[in-house]
């Protein structure tokens, strides 16, 4: 008897009793459909909580240059290693451009050389507050700000040490309160430092209400502290820091790409760069381990209650164990019938777990189809939730819904599994019958 | 080495072997059937000749003597060896027709051809000619429970001749019929007999019967006591009379 043949059979015995069978597979239904529903949920979170943070600009990574001083002995005291220092190999242009060579569409660079605050007075004699930074190029794209009005700071303007500025539409707000065109102005900055520097607009940026709502939290407009975006050169002239490289860079990434890859090539480069140097240890700080945290303990919760769901399987497996009992009782009779015609005992035994298999798959594809649509349900209610509530909206700009793909395999597995598995002892009673016996039976 | 199709020596079977109530059922039997052979074997209730039909069918071994099938010695079988001997050499045919329910006409005669592991096609083509042979071309996709006692025992006679047995094991085959659709059913495995050359054991009660059959082997208390050749005959001439499709459901 082919196997095609034995499902046919098995399809056909599952139709003669719809009932029996529909309450058979209500338990392999429940189980399979409470599985894919908490990892629907599981997936659809994770995806979600991507897309938050890639929304919010966090796909960024932090390199740091740390150095470890030796340990003398005679005089109980540390010190640099006079031939590795820190100062002499800093994060080279060139070595950023190697970055950029061997990932191309990887990396946006940026670094916010930083001079802390400074402020200035604006013609009503009010303080405005703003973070000096000292950007490449990149560091506009990098948080997805827009360019409002005239340009961004170039790599010649860093080129050529220029005291150019980037405001944002905030400051232009705070600082020219009447109005006036703010490019091509010159503004005066008192540093923190207590020193002074005067700077020319050269663009507005958009200060977007994203990034406001989530760096500010109720700030007031007219409070509020924006980034002024200088060339790091003109940075590292005020701050007098050396201009042979950076102790620390920022790098953003291509939002298409996989951020912990990107983590892992960025963290294999600089440890390359530095093998030489074993003084020098390179610190990435990156986003995505935030997010990979968050996804452990996702996945973690999701595997735990899939589990717990799991165990339901093995009641519905029990009842089809029962009904398959049931069944070979009833077919006593057709199985000394098959057995005086010239079945073997392979041959009931395969036709009762197939029948066994079917069942369960059944069931599970039902299962499997009413997790995905409770999946999407959920889903629907939280985007109900989140539209209604705007701290929310802001953060979870979608809610995607993801029905994990593997799961849904694992349960088609699972099902076929459990019906040979539950399947198995009945048919081998089935195929062990003695033929005269069952000939007999009424 | 023999021409026997059936070759029995000295058969007992015996239940409960070594405790207080054992019971034995045959009592040295020996007989043997030759190819193309239609013989009946008669006895009461309660005589063995279940325990003994089952033993020549190879549903069941002797618990003494040898019993050769067309030469092979089915005493010394294993269970899937005595599976592939019904399959191949054993046609049955019971009382109550045992028709596989939810399996119709067609699928039924090709039950056994599929278990031996003939191709689809093949069988389908075989299980057609024989339900023609039988008179059940015109209802080959109805279901068991569509189909009148003696239809379901024609059927099954089909069925029985699907691996082209070297034995037809027919027990009580009209016992659930009524006297002429009976009398239509014996016409088929006079015709199997007279024209396909089977070899024919019939299992059955009533002498009227066995009177049909070419030879009567009777038993009693798990013996034989007669083993008779019966004058030769126009098997079952009533029916042959009036043979009309008016059937009664069993």
């Not at chain 1, 950007?135 to 794209?141: K, S, W």
């Not at chain 1, 381990?289 to 769901?309: G, L, R």
């Not at chain 2, 067609?106 to 051809?113: A, G, H, R, T, Y």
Request: charged letters at 20%; one cysteine or more; proline letters at 3%.
């Amino acid at each position: 008897m082919s196997f095609l043949e034995s499902i046919k059979s098995a399809l056909s015995s599952i139709a003669a009793n719809k009932m029996r069978s529909l309450l058979t597979m209500l338990g392999i239904i429940i189980g399979i459909s409470a599985v894919i529903t908490i990892t629907t949920l599981g997936s659809s979170l994770t995806a979600t909580i991507q897309n938050a943070f890639s929304t919010l600009g966090a796909n960024y990574f932090d390199v740091y240059l740390n150095e470890e001083w030796i340990y003398d002995e005679s005089t109980n005291s540390y010190y640099p290693d006079p031939n590795s220092s820190l100062e002499d190999h800093l994060i080279t242009m060139d070595m950023l451009d190697e970055l950029n060579e061997r990932y191309p569409d990887c990396f946006y660079n940026c670094s916010t050389n930083g001079i802390g605050g400074g402020s200035l007075l604006n013609t009503e004699k009010d303080t405005v507050n703003v973070h000096i930074a000292g950007v490449f190029d990149g560091f506009v794209p990098y948080e997805d700000f827009d360019i409002l009005a005239g340009r961004n700071i170039t790599l010649r303007d860093n080129a050529e040490c220029k005291y150019s500025a980037l405001v944002s539409n905030i400051f232009v707000k705070q600082y020219f309160t009447r109005g006036e065109e703010p490019i091509g102005q010159t503004i005066s900055v008192t540093l923190d430092s207590g020193s002074a520097a005067e700077f020319t607009i050269v663009g507005v940026y958009d200060y977007s209400e994203l990034y406001k709502r989530y760096a500010m939290g109720d700030q007031r407009e007219e409070d509020m502290t924006t980034h002024l975006l200088i060339p790091y050169t003109a940075a590292n002239e005020i701050s007098h820091v050396s201009e042979r490289g950076f102790s620390y860079v920022e790098f953003t990434c291509n939002s298409k790409k996989d951020a912990s890859a990107l983590n892992e090539d960025l963290r294999a480069f600089f440890e390359e760069q530095y093998e030489k140097y074993p003084s020098i240890n390179v610190e990435i700080y990156s986003s995505v381990e935030d997010f990979d945290i968050a996804i452990t303990v996702i996945n973690i919760v999701t595997i735990v209650i899939s589990i717990i769901a799991a165990i339901s399987l093995l009641v519905g497996g029990v009842g089809v164990m029962n009904i398959m009992l049931v069944s070979v009782t009833e077919r006593t009779r057709e199985i000394g019938i098959r057995k005086a015609l010239g079945a073997k005992r392979r041959n009931i035994r395969l036709q009762f777990v197939i029948e066994a298999i079917v069942i369960c798959l059944i069931g599970g594809i039902i299962g499997i189809l009413i997790g995905i649509l409770n999946g999407e349900l959920v889903g629907f209610i939280a985007k109900q939730v989140i539209a209604s509530n705007e701290d929310y909206s802001m953060l979870f700009s979608a809610v995607k819904v993801v029905p994990s793909l593997t799961a849904i395999i694992i349960s088609v597995l699972f099902s076929t599994l459990t019906g040979i598995f539950f399947g198995l002892y009945p048919a081998n009673k089935a195929a062990k019958m003695n033929p005269i016996d069952a000939l007999r039976y009424d | 080495m023999s021409n026997f199709i059936i070759d029995m020596r000295d058969i007992y079977k015996r239940y409960f072997i070594g405790q207080p109530n054992e019971l034995q059922i045959l009592n040295r039997i020996s007989f043997q059937v030759k190819q193309g052979e239609f013989v009946a074997i008669v006895g009461p209730s309660g005589s063995g000749k279940s325990t003994l039909m089952n033993i020549i069918g190879a549903l069941d071994k002797p618990t003494e003597g040898t019993y050769l099938l067309n030469g092979t010695d089915i005493g010394k079988l294993s269970d899937k060896e005595l599976s592939n001997i019904r399959n191949k050499e054993i046609g049955f045919v019971f009382q109550t027709f045992n028709l596989i329910p939810r399996s119709n006409a067609l699928k039924n005669v090709e039950l056994p051809m599929m278990y031996a592991g003939v191709s689809k096609h093949e069988r389908t083509a075989r299980a057609k000619e024989l339900l023609k042979l039988v008179g059940m071309e015109d209802r080959m996709t109805h279901q068991p429970n569509e189909l009148s006692g003696g239809q379901k025992q024609r059927v099954a006679i089909a069925r029985a001749m699907a691996n082209n047995p070297s034995i037809i094991l027919a027990d009580e085959p009209t016992g659930a019929l009524d006297s002429k659709t009976g009398h239509l059913v014996m016409d088929i495995f006079h015709k199997l007999h007279k024209e396909e050359g089977k070899t024919i054991v019939l299992i059955t009660h009533s002498p009227e019967l066995a009177a049909e059959t070419e030879r009567t082997i009777s038993i009693y208390d798990g013996s034989i006591i007669s083993d008779t050749a019966n004058p030769s005959l126009n098997a079952a001439p009533t029916a042959e009379a009036e043979q009309t499709d008016g059937e009664v459901n069993a």
